[in-house]
């Protein structure tokens, strides 16, 4: 069974180290993603339903909302550690300016992109320091953090031009309807998608809810309903004491072994195993914000 060595989780969003031996569903995060292989065998991504090879040469990136799958193509009994990188565009963009558009959806022009030596002796370093979570500061996790983003994305030419990355995709209004359909959704996290319920709440077909849904969010309306799940099960693993079964009866399932599954099916590994793993990171008492670690 995968397992989590370390999670690291704070306003920046979610750091984990995994160590992988079986494949995820197809799913989606808000967030920006950001996969480096830290050991093992080589390994796969679907982005997209494109592959997207994860080495020693290659990093992974994940647009947030696209849809993406892990694939674990590696030899039976060979296992991939995976540091995941599930960045806060809002953290991004109070840090820098020009990384404002994280959460845009071409903010990433490839699923891929090639591992420097710079940036590899960056990731060993964050790595090292994960092992030592009790000793790293806030402030110390915000900087390895910042600058190993910058060290995979500089390569990039165009990451800091906003004007070219809005002119390739410009940001399109959310429709009234879906917006509220979404509303609904985070409202009753805790039942299973009516997908047929919820777009006549909305006032639309069930076939122009799919469209019109997936235009404005580019997943469909189940995937965005098991992240809203997904997200919620995260915050209350790490941030409250409750036992799992009372998380799994408050988010809506039958039995917690459903819950298990679900969780491991996104992740990888046990409800129990993230609250096991995971380490709370507040912000910094010196964070300073449009001011970004040095690089």
Known sequence: MSSA?????????????LEMDAPLVGH???HCHILIKAGGADSAFSVRG?????????????????HHAYEHDAPPGQRTLILALYIEPNWL???QRSLALSAHPRFFPQKCVAITPQTKRIAEEFVLEMWWADEVSPARMEELLFNLIIAVIDSYSGWRDLVALLRAKPPVAMD??????????????AHELDV????ARSGLSRAHFFTLFQRDTQVTPLVYANVLRFEAAVQRLSRGQEPVSAVAHELGFSAPGHFARFFRQHLGITPTDYRRAVNLFEPPDDAAPGQPPVI
Not at 51 to 62: C, F, G
């Open 5 to 17: 060595v370390k999670i690291f989780q704070g306003r920046f969003g979610r750091v984990a180290l």
């Open 28 to 30: 989606a995060h808000h």
């Open 196 to 199: 047929d319920a919820l777009a």
């Open 176 to 189: 009234p309807r879906v917006r509220r359909a979404i509303a609904l959704m985070r409202e009753d996290i």
């Open 50 to 66: 494109e592959r997207a090879p994860l080495t020693d040469e290659s990093a992974v990136l994940v647009n947030a909302w696209e």
């Open 93 to 95: 963009a109070e840090l």
